[in-house]
């Protein structure tokens, strides 16, 4: 634990020494755990190392903007860049506008941006000597500041006076222009004179003589104070990266732990969720779970039994037909549709009409029994036998009985239309229900066979 707050001590300091605001190492821990008092230091951090990455560094244009954009501004600013840098978290971008929440997701995108765009690299490559050719911060520019006002030609002149200032401002940079080579062949003069002068006294490897920068300071200690109180910054600072090269490791395992805690807040989200919308929407009870599998477990017993019987029946069959004649078969064929329409007819005049009516009086010409003049060997077919018997009594009713029947057969008709809509109507529901139980298979009852 005090390594881990080492380190993040040592990371505060490498991001202030290279220019970003000065905050607490306890920012970092309290992201960890999703604070919210961290929210907004991370924010700025991240809009802060933004900058560092587009200019490479961080100056009071930085520090000014932070300070003078709103909330909402800075923070479509962050994501806006982030996403193009190529840091698509969807929890990243869906964060409040205001700043209300989400230290953690800014604590995993600060690691992102870190490790993406080699900042601490980019610190290193800057690190250099104060003591070189051109340092502009240790000389006085006098000049720079009281630098004279810009040239600029006056609004609201004829055409001849516009032309005459712009001679003139022609002129002026002319001459500028000519003061500028003047300055530059002097100062290579000097310099000239200052490397004889100081030959064979060098401070610089490779070198023979003594800079313009160096005869400087040894001329001005005070200059040379300001030197030394920035090497010894550099030297710090160098120190730092150094340091942070060696404990580095231990941050990222530590920004894995991180990663661990959104990972573990992710699932317990997703959990809760599916309960809610679980007990929200299906409302199942405590023991809904055993009832459904006791149901299932009766609806496959009930299914094997009744495969077992039409097997059996099937078998049946077969050995039957196998036995009778194809005359016998045929007139078995024939009573079976007409005891399958009489009772069907006997079915649709109980439930289908709307009030209770007698079966019609043709319908009982098939059971008036008399005496067949031909004996027969099956049991089964007297009913079509004594059927063949009145027929052949029916002389001079024969074509009321057609009529009959064919008024009867369009009434079947009508009745089996209405028995297929119903056991289809009846299927979509068996489908509806089983679908709402899982692990089910629903196989339909099987239907009769029709003989044509």
Same mark, same amino acid.
């Given at each position: ?194 490397? %004889? @002068?100081? /030959?064979?006294?060098?401070? #610089?490897?490779? +070198?023979?003589?003594?800079? &313009?920068? $160096?005869?400087?300071? !040894? ?74 599998? %006791? @149901?299932? /477990?009766?609806?496959?017993? #009930?299914?094997? +039994?009744?495969?077992?019987? &039409?097997? $059996?029946?099937?078998? !049946? ?74 027929? %052949? ?16 057969? $369009? ?42």
């Amino acid at each position: 634990m005090a390594q881990i707050r080492d380190t993040i001590e040592l990371l505060t300091n490498v991001l202030r020494e290279n220019g970003a605001s000065k905050f607490k190492a306890e920012v970092f821990r309290q992201a960890k755990f999703n604070s919210i008092e961290a929210v907004r230091p991370m924010w700025k951090l991240l809009f802060e190392l933004i900058y560092y990455c587009m200019y490479g560094k961080i100056d009071d244009v930085a520090v000014t903007a932070a300070r003078e954009l709103t909330t909402e501004e800075m923070v479509v600013y962050v994501k806006r860049e982030l996403q193009q840098r190529g840091f698509h978290s969807k929890r990243f971008a869906t964060l409040p506008n205001d700043m209300s929440e989400g230290s953690r997701e800014l604590l995993l995108a600060f690691g992102w941006l870190f490790c993406k765009e080699n900042i601490l690299e980019k610190f290193m490559n800057q690190c250099s000597s104060p003591i070189e050719e051109g340092a502009a911060e240790l000389y006085h520019d006098d000049y720079r500041a009281s630098s004279a006002r810009p040239l600029s030609v006056k609004h609201g002149s004829s055409a001849g006076e516009k032309v005459q200032q712009l001679l003139l401002l022609n002129g002026k940079l002319r001459m500028n222009l000519r003061s500028l080579f003047a300055l530059q062949a002097q100062k290579y003069r000097k310099m000239h004179k200052i490397h %004889e @002068a100081t /030959k064979g006294v060098h401070l #610089t490897p490779n +070198k023979d003589h003594l800079s &313009v920068l $160096e005869v400087q300071l !040894l001329k001005d200690p005070e200059l040379l104070k300001k030197v030394l109180y920035l090497l010894e910054k550099d030297n710090t600072r160098l120190q730092n990266l150094l340091k942070w090269q060696d404990k580095e490791e231990v941050f990222w395992r530590w920004m894995e732990t991180v990663l661990d805690l959104k990972v573990k807040s992710v699932m317990e989200e997703h959990i809760g969720d599916q309960k809610m919308s679980t007990h929200s929407v299906y409302n199942i009870p405590p023991d809904g779970v055993a009832q459904m599998l %006791e @149901a299932r /477990k009766d609806l496959q017993t #009930t299914i094997l +039994k009744y495969e077992t019987m &039409v097997e $059996e029946l099937e078998h !049946l069959w077969e050995t039957k037909r196998s036995s009778i004649s194809e005359r016998e078969l045929d007139s078995l064929i024939a009573s079976l549709d007409l005891e399958i329409s009489l009772q069907k007819a006997k079915l649709s005049l109980g439930s289908c009409s709307p009030a209770p009516s007698r079966v019609p009086h043709c319908l009982d010409l098939a059971y008036v029994t008399k005496p067949a003049n031909k004996p027969s060997n099956l049991g089964r077919f007297q009913t079509e036998n004594r059927h063949e018997a009145l027929l %052949e009594e029916m002389d001079g009713k024969s074509r009321d009985v057609l009529g009959k029947i064919a008024s009867l057969e $369009e009434h079947m008709n009508r009745l089996e239309s209405c028995i297929s809509s119903q056991q289809a109507q009846g299927k979509a529901r068996l489908e509806k229900i089983a679908s709402t139980l899982p692990d089910l298979i629903c196989i339909p009852p099987l239907g009769h066979r029709e003989y044509v």
